[in-house]
């Protein structure tokens, strides 16, 4: 089985040229821009998608008060306030 790197007995200048045309007949510029720009395009939606499933599957994330130790707050409001008071 004869190498894939020998490029077929091709240069690499003669490869380029007999490819070029061809490429161009194929569309794979074009193809390749699709492939790179379509799922780009599609990650906010999924995105939000995403977000809009855990907030159905777990409803207590949205709701930061329910989850948190009843004093967690309290310690942050007496060290706003002066000593003595």
Known sequence: MP???A????TLVEL??????RSKEDAVMER???LSYYPVRALP???FLTALLVC???????HAH??????LTRGCR??????GQ
Request: proline content about 13%.
């Open 3 to 5: 190498s894939p790197w």
């Open 78 to 83: 007496d060290a706003s306030e002066p000593d």
């Open 45 to 47: 939606t999924l995105l």
């Open 32 to 34: 390749a821009a699709s």
């Open 16 to 21: 380029t040229r007999a490819s070029g045309p």
């Open 56 to 62: 159905c599957r777990f409803p207590s994330l949205g």
């Open 66 to 71: 329910d989850v948190r130790r009843p004093g």
């Open 7 to 10: 490029l077929g007995g091709l």
